[in-house]
Each structure stands twice: as structure tokens, then as C-alpha cells.
């Protein structure tokens, strides 16, 4: 699966993003996708995953304002980010694999495949 992350940008506090993350590989369908970011001089952390069954899980800082989505059809996930904060500015990145399990959604580790990377700041 090679994954393939677009939609950041420069947007002020209260604006609004959306990334996409286009996979290869007709079984995407099967793959949990997650969005992590890293901020600068910060560690990876994970943002949002939807699994293969649809249902969805968000780090508590974007529960509410940012909503992840997946249209297998187009082999794409989305992340739709609302009410977006300086807090946010980060590279997000998209991660994909079969195997994790909803308790190891958080660990960058369990994910085999990634996107490059898109820039999102956000300004004040």
C-alpha cells in the first residue's frame, strides 16, 4: 500500500482544513487509517483512525472539531478539520495497517505503511 497525503496549509485560528490521504492497493477497504501529527519539537502523536468496519476514534484535543472519513470507493481518507488553533500547526501524517487493534490505535509502531507528510499551521 503506498499512501499519498495532500490538503494542508496556512489557515487562521477558527478556519478549516481537510486533509486526504489517496492509497494504492484494492484492499484498502480492509485497512484501519489513521491521521498522527508532529509538531514542531514535539513527539508524533495520533489525531484520528477509522477502521475497516467505519467506526472512528479521536484524540481528545480534536474530539468535536475534527471529523475522519473514509470513501473506499475512491481509496481515499479524509480528515475534515473545523475550529482549527494554533495548538494544531503540525506535519500531519496518514497511517495504514490490517492488523492493529483498537487498543494499539495510538502507536505509531503498529502501523506498516505511511504517507509523506503535509504541513498544516495554523495562525493566530
Known amino acids: 500500500v503506498q499512501l499519498q497525503a495532500s490538503g494542508g496549509g496556512l489557515v487562521q485560528a477558527g478556519g478549516s482544513l481537510r486533509l486526504s490521504c489517496a492509497a494504492s492497493?484494492?484492499?484498502?477497504?480492509?485497512?484501519?487509517v489513521s491521521w498522527f501529527r508532529q509538531p514542531p519539537g514535539k513527539e508524533r502523536e495520533f489525531v484520528a483512525a477509522?477502521?475497516?468496519?467505519?467506526?472512528?476514534n479521536y484524540r481528545d484535543s480534536v474530539q468535536g472539531r475534527f471529523s475522519i472519513s473514509r470513501d473506499n470507493a475512491k481509496n481515499t481518507v479524509y480528515l475534515q478539520m473545523n475550529s482549527l488553533k494554533p495548538e494544531d500547526t503540525a506535519v500531519y501524517y496518514c497511517?495504514?495497517?490490517?492488523?492493529?487493534?483498537?487498543?494499539?490505535?495510538?502507536?505509531?509502531?503498529?502501523?506498516?505503511?505511511w504517507g509523506q507528510g503535509t504541513q498544516v499551521t495554523v495562525s493566530s
Open positions: 492497493g484494492d484492499t484498502f477497504r480492509r485497512y484501519t
Open positions: 497511517a495504514a495497517d490490517q492488523g492493529v487493534i483498537l487498543s494499539q490505535l495510538g502507536n505509531a509502531r503498529q502501523y506498516d505503511y
Open positions: 477509522v477502521r475497516w468496519t467505519g467506526n472512528t
